[in-house]
Nanobody
C-alpha cells in the first residue's frame, strides 16, 4: 500500500494550493480518505476527510478547504484557498477502513502518505 502526497509549496497569505494524494495497493473507494497536518512543535491534527458520508472538516478550515476524491484515478485532493500563515504545516493523507463514520482521530487511519510541506508567508 502506498499513499503519495504532493502539491505542497510556498504561497503568500490569501493564496491557494491543491494537494493530491495518489493511492495504490488498496481499493481507495472502500476507505475513508483523510488529510492531517502537523506544524513544527505541535501534534498532528485532523484537517478534512471524505468517505461514504459528506465531507467533514476541522472548524479552522471550513469554508476555505475542500476535500474531494476521484475513485477512478485513485486520487484524493485537498483544495486550499485563502491560506493563512497558521496553515503552515506538513500535510499528510491517510486511509481509514472505518468507512461510513466520521474519523477525526489519527488512530482511525491505517495507512499514511509521506507528507508534503505547505508554507504560507504573511
Amino acid at each position: 500500500v502506498q499513499l503519495q502526497a504532493s502539491g505542497g509549496g510556498l504561497v503568500q497569505a490569501g493564496g491557494s494550493l491543491r494537494l493530491s494524494c495518489a493511492v495504490s495497493g488498496l481499493t481507495s473507494s472502500a476507505y475513508d480518505m483523510g488529510w492531517f497536518r502537523q506544524a513544527p512543535g505541535k501534534e498532528r491534527e485532523f484537517v478534512a476527510a471524505r468517505g461514504r458520508t459528506t465531507p467533514y472538516y476541522t472548524d479552522s478550515v471550513k469554508g476555505r478547504f475542500t476535500v474531494s476524491r476521484d475513485n477512478a484515478k485513485k486520487t484524493v485532493y485537498l483544495q486550499m484557498n485563502n491560506l493563512k500563515p497558521e496553515d503552515t504545516a506538513v500535510y499528510f493523507c491517510a486511509a481509514s477502513p472505518y468507512y461510513g463514520r466520521r474519523n477525526f482521530d489519527s488512530r482511525d487511519y491505517d495507512y499514511w502518505g509521506q507528507g508534503t510541506l505547505v508554507t504560507v508567508s504573511s
